[in-house]
């Protein structure tokens, strides 16, 4: 009888162990091929930069000077020092052979030329920021007497660059994949939603467990707040897209989906998530603490402002570190209410992408980007995993300070 416990014991712990190792094993392998194929677009650049590719001509008002390198620079790019830029040959996605920058001296004025094909309100051309990785398809130098090809390769350029005393136009295509637009698009998102989220959440979760009697009433309601965590996000969406949107048109004469828009409807998303996580921290609280404020003369208001919610500020903070990575995993919903437009001029009151809409986005089509992708993906873990981990310090801290805990 003994021997038959212990081997059905035995037998028990291998099948949750096996179980635990495949789940474990399956959470390795999709962070293993995540961080594999988009930790090499990780990078500054890829965070400040434009979304969009820009295709231009530029030109410059300075002659030739002297550059000498400083620095140590790849075998294969061909430097020309009297322009202070490195050229090396490459191809682009279609596999055509183009001529990339793969270095710019610090000194050199090719770090900020003039865009020939723009002007400003004044008339003046403004500069263009050039960047490695841009391709070069042609240049004309010393008023258009030389010539230089793509198909002249990074020699033959590099060449015709040193015999060149000015730089009279040169057509070049700045190539985007930055994704500055869709960051700045996630922290309004993130923001805005919690300020209107949280006072509401956390004053209905007040009210559920300070105030309210046990009605049929308060049942009813609470009833529906854990029906509304199972509602998918994308009937949220619909949600958003069928009210907020048009309300906003209405009002502040936005032009369809908007991050306001959007930042309501992830409101809506959030409240029972804020409510229920904010209701068991309240739960947790001794009722001696509430006791012991009203025994000295404090009313129930203060009892809830200056006891009960700051005893319970650790659970709220949990409840919010969940809000925050629902809006940075939300996609569905955003797509309705935002729309899926990448922009890298962020405004309110325009269509924007958060980071997951921005994967969602160049993940469709015929061409996907898996690279692009699996980098925002390591971004956005990143992120929580910091949040998280901020959040639990200052939980920790405040849990120290609980002298009923």
Not at 168 to 189: D, K, P
């Amino acid at each position: 009888m003994k021997t038959n416990r212990k081997l059905r014991d035995n037998l028990s712990k291998t099948f949750v162990y096996a179980l635990g190792s495949v789940g474990l094993l399956i959470l390795g392998m999709i962070i293993f091929y995540v961080v594999s194929t988009g930790i090499t677009l990780v990078r500054w650049e890829t965070i400040i930069g434009d979304s969009r590719t820009i295709s231009t001509d530029i030109y410059l008002d300075d002659g030739a000077g002297s550059y000498i390198l400083t620095d140590e620079i790849d075998e294969n790019i061909i430097y020309s020092e009297i322009w202070g830029i490195g050229l090396v040959n490459a191809t682009n996605k279609a596999g055509y052979p183009i001529i990339e920058i793969a270095y710019i001296h610090p000194e050199s004025p090719l770090v900020r030329p003039f865009d020939r094909n723009t002007v400003d309100e004044n008339g003046v051309h403004p500069q263009v920021d050039l960047k490695v990785g841009t391709a070069i398809e042609k240049a004309l130098f010393n008023n258009n007497t030389i010539i230089s090809l793509a198909r002249d390769q990074a020699s033959g350029m590099v060449a015709k660059l040193n015999q060149a005393t000015s730089i009279t136009s040169m057509s070049v295509q700045i190539v985007g994949g930055g994704i500055r637009g869709s960051i700045i698009a996630t922290l309004y998102t993130i923001v805005f939603t919690l300020i209107l989220a949280i006072p509401i959440g956390v004053s209905t979760a007040v009210y559920f467990n300070e105030i309210a009697t046990t009605s049929w009433f308060s049942k009813a309601i609470k009833n529906m707040v854990d029906m509304l965590t199972g509602v998918p996000s994308i009937v949220y969406g619909m949600l958003g897209a069928a009210i907020f949107v048009p309300l906003l048109n209405n009002t502040i004469q936005t032009q369809g989906g908007s991050i306001l828009s959007g930042s309501l409807t992830m409101v809506v998303i959030l409240l029972p998530t804020i409510i229920k996580s904010t209701e068991e921290a309240l739960k947790i609280i001794p009722n001696e603490l509430r006791q012991g404020s009203l025994a000295l003369g404090a009313n129930q208001t203060q009892t809830i402002f200056k006891v009960v919610l700051p005893n319970a500020t650790p659970g709220i903070l949990t409840g919010v570190l969940l809000g925050i990575g629902r809006i940075m995993g939300e996609s569905a919903a955003l797509i309705f209410a935002v729309g899926a437009a990448i922009s890298d001029n962020i405004i309110l009151s325009e269509r924007a992408t958060t980071l997951a809409v921005h994967i969602w986005v160049i993940m469709g089509g015929d061409s996907p980007n898996f690279e692009l992708a699996a980098a925002i993906a390591i971004i956005i873990l990143s992120v929580v995993f910091v949040i998280n981990l901020i959040v639990k310090i200052i939980a920790k801290r405040l849990q120290k300070n609980m002298n009923w805990s």
